[in-house]
């Protein structure tokens, strides 16, 4: 197996063998570029550069010329809260009293089926980094977890690696986890999805950027040592190379060290309070090949680097692995010279080595020196704004029409039934509790946590005297955007901003992470065209800004593909959290009314029922009329109208509802003949755009809603029998439920929890 370091080490001790550019990802053309822009065959050092930074990863040159929509979509009034956007480390948004928030979602996918737990924590400290570099502190993380069957034998293995890594990394950071998702799919086997968001908190006047300026400003290099491994992970792993009976290029997956990145977190904070970082980048994926040509790119020079200073782990290094290392816990900070002295104090105090290892100079060219030659001379813009742009083909499959035929789902109609679907649906792996996965999460470290786990959202405190605060959701459906895209895309959006809004939050910007198969597939271009748009146009229609994204392809196993999967990202604000709507019953005092917003349709395109039937997946997911969204958003926006809310989505109304007699442990009495004709499809339709709240006062719901032109109408109230009854059809105790909901993943997983724990 030939992997990217033994590539480059050859390439280097043969300087009159041809170049191994194909090896490392480059088209012929693309290697023809880069002789053009150097007017020369380019050093080992210079086409390692070159072909990371060129890489899909790195680029987006499959995706770029569909992104340039979200900014030909966005409006004067969608921005105007925007501090950093869109090509920025992560967005920022301005929330009001001097206070930002920043918030990303990154994938780590590739790695993370090589090796789970260091491929999936080493996502979670990459999206860290991402935060840090805006000039913010790091307060939570979500994530985003797609998998094979969860019981097919390799998820055994996958899964409980994933979620170490994630509970590893995050716990010992620092950082609540403060909610997310977990699905199972066919099409995740052998590609799962791993996205990992963080959410930060800065003053306006504290944002830093990822620029280089100032002539003979130093360059410093601080954090962990430089090491051999992830050399080439994400630009390699995230290429056409990982696919079945392809050669692959499987290199070392980074190591990350957590205890180092906390410390490097608080290191960054004191240097920031101490006014002595000009601009500043994270090394993530490509290391310092990234790190130097996009803060040189994006400054008002050149720059030059040394090498031999860079502090390394590992001996007799070469130029080409120093500069591709993906070695984690690394940052990359531009310094005044009259500040440098405070800066290596500082960085000391908190025993993380730092090294001056270059500077700013006046033209455009990086230079970079290693043992004495020159090994690196190229304009900075070319290696990292100037990669390739391809318009590759899109086209409609010729399947699509048919798995858009919906092949229709058994619908019982027999109470006992009924029943049974109920059980069934809340005890499968798509709908059962995720507790086995989030209890080996911290959820309320630092004390600002106000909900999580089971929550809508998760709701976060930013201002300990206000009270004011964040509420962020991270939703997507794979089913839905392979059925349509650009519904799919909607959809996912839809939910994100209604968990977020059912908290009694105000959404304010959207965040991304768009999860494709193979770019050279126009089938999944068309896919990934589609959803873009469907998320572009849906962010137009609610006025609310696309901050920032990623763009994941190759996500895919020989030649099947994952099913789309945009994972879509909102963010609210919040005035006091102690107002937020919790969704758990019994809460105050007295029996509580529940109602419907919103209206049902016969919807089982893509649904879970569907998937839990065995009916296979066809027709058209829900609809979706953003507006509708809208008016539930304004709907909550009076506080103590209601005393619980839980949105409705996968599973419908019967999900909704049997989670909250579960949160709670209180029974319920059910009438849905006003919801549906069919008490079938009363149930378990997923028509958007609908959520269940109880209150005490049920006048106040209906007024509310009605000013509001929301559909209402109420579906039963809390009793003290601990059972979900739906009257004439079937009751069900609550603990039954209970035990369906709970037992399912302790029961496939448990047996493999500890094969891949880092102790």
Same mark, same amino acid.
């Given at each position: /197996? ?93 929330? =009001? ?27 979670? =400290? ?93 360059? &410093? ?51 920031? +309070? ?38 390394? +782990? ?15 816990? +690394? &940052? ?36 970079? +020196? ?13 290696? %990292? ?39 069934? /649906? ?47 959701? %991270? ?24 968990? #977020? ?79 937020? !709507? ?109 959520? #269940?709240?109880?209150?005490?006062? =049920?006048?106040?719901? !209906?007024?509310? %809603? ?54």
């Amino acid at each position: /197996m030939t992997t990217f370091n033994d590539t480059v080490a050859a390439a280097q001790a043969n300087p009159d063998l041809e170049q191994p550019y194909a090896s490392l990802g480059l088209k012929d053309d693309e290697y023809a570029r880069i002789k053009e822009i150097l007017g020369r065959r380019p050093t080992d050092a210079e086409l390692a550069m070159y072909s990371v930074m060129w890489s899909e990863h790195c680029s987006y040159k499959s995706s770029k010329v569909h992104l340039r929509y979200f900014g030909e979509t966005m409006t004067e009034e969608m921005s105007e809260k925007i501090l950093a956007g869109i090509g920025e480390n992560a967005g920022v948004v301005d929330i =009001g009293g001097g206070n930002a928030v920043t918030f990303r979602v990154e994938s780590h996918n590739h790695p993370s089926y090589v090796e789970p737990h260091q491929g999936a924590a080493t996502g979670v =400290g990459g999206i860290v980094r991402d935060i840090m570099a805006m000039g913010a502190r790091p307060i939570a993380v979500m994530d985003q977890l797609r998998f094979g069957p969860a019981d097919a034998p390799d998820t055994s293995r996958v899964l409980p690696g994933v979620v170490d890594g994630i509970s590893h990394y995050g716990n010992c950071l620092g950082l609540p986890n403060i909610g997310g998702e977990t699905v199972f799919d066919e099409s995740y086997a052998g590609n799962p999805l791993v996205n990992a968001l963080c959410v930060g908190t800065l003053k306006v006047d504290d944002l830093k950027l990822a620029f280089a300026s100032g002539l003979g400003n130093k360059v &410093m290099l601080f954090g962990s040592r430089t090491g051999l491994d992830g050399i080439g992970g994400v630009s390699v792993l995230a290429s056409d190379t990982f696919e079945e009976g392809a050669e692959r290029k499987l290199p070392a997956v980074q190591v990350g060290d957590p205890f180092a990145e906390k410390v490097l977190i608080e290191c960054c904070l004191d240097l920031y +309070r101490a006014g002595v970082v000009v601009g500043i980048q994270d090394l993530g994926g490509a290391g310092l090949a990234c790190a130097t040509s996009e803060l040189a790119a994006a400054g008002d020079g050149g720059m030059e680097i040394d090498l031999d200073a860079v502090p390394l +782990r590992a001996e007799n290094m070469l130029a080409a692995e120093i500069l591709s290392s993906e070695s984690q816990e +690394r &940052m990359c900070a531009i310094v005044r010279p009259e500040d440098v002295a405070r800066f290596r104090e500082i960085c000391a105090h908190w025993d993380v080595t730092c090294a001056e290892i270059g500077e700013v100079t006046d033209g455009e060219h990086l230079l970079i +020196r290693h043992r004495g030659e020159l090994v690196v001379d190229a304009p900075a813009h070319t290696i %990292a704004h100037e990669g390739p742009v391809y318009e590759r083909p899109w086209a409609r499959p010729e399947w699509q029409d048919e798995v858009q035929q919906f092949q229709g789902v058994e619908k019982p109609t027999d109470p006992e039934a009924v029943k049974a679907a109920l059980l069934a /649906m809340v005890g499968s792996p798509a709908l059962c509790s995720r507790a086995f996965i989030t209890d080996q999460y911290d959820r309320y470290v630092r004390g600002n946590t106000v909900q999580a786990q089971h929550a809508n959202a998760g709701v976060l405190r930013i201002d300990e005297q206000t009270h004011r605060g964040v509420a962020v959701s %991270a939703d997507a459906s794979g089913r839905y955007t392979k059925l349509d895209p650009n519904m799919g895309a909607r959809l996912a959006l839809a939910e994100a901003y209604r968990n #977020v809004a059912v908290t009694g939050a105000r959404p304010v910007a959207v965040t991304n992470c768009l999860n494709f198969g193979s770019p050279e597939d126009p089938a999944v271009m068309w896919q990934f065209r589609d959803a873009v748009h469907g998320l572009a146009d849906g962010a137009k229609e609610l006025v609310i800004p696309v901050s920032g994204g990623n763009v994941s392809f190759y996500n895919q196993t020989g030649s099947e593909a994952i099913l789309p999967t945009p994972v879509v990202g909102v963010l609210g604000v919040i005035d006091d959290v102690r107002e937020s !709507v919790r969704n758990k019953l019994g809460t105050v005092s007295g029996t509580e009314e529940l109602y419907l917003l919103g209206q049902t349709f016969d919807e089982f395109g893509g649904s879970i029922w569907q998937q839990v039937s065995g009916a296979g997946l066809s027709g058209l997911p829900p609809r979706v009329d953003l507006a509708n969204e809208e008016k539930l958003m304004e709907f909550f926006q009076q506080p103590g109208v209601v005393s619980a809310a839980h949105d409705v989505s996968e599973g419908g109304v019967a999900q909704a509802i049997a989670e909250l007699a579960i949160y709670s442990n209180k029974g319920v009495s059910l009438d849905v003949s006003g919801v549906h004709d069919d008490v079938f499809t009363a149930l378990f339709s997923e028509s958007a755009s609908r959520v #269940v709240v109880a209150a005490t006062d =049920g006048a106040a719901v !209906v007024r509310r %809603a009605q000013e509001l032109g929301i559909p209402v109408v109420k579906i039963g109230e809390t009793i003290d029998e601990p059972v979900v009854r739906v009257e004439g059809q079937f009751e069900v105790p609550v603990a039954e439920l209970t035990r369906a909901w709970t037992e399912t993943l302790p029961r496939l997983f448990s047996h493999a929890v500890g094969a891949n724990s880092v102790v």
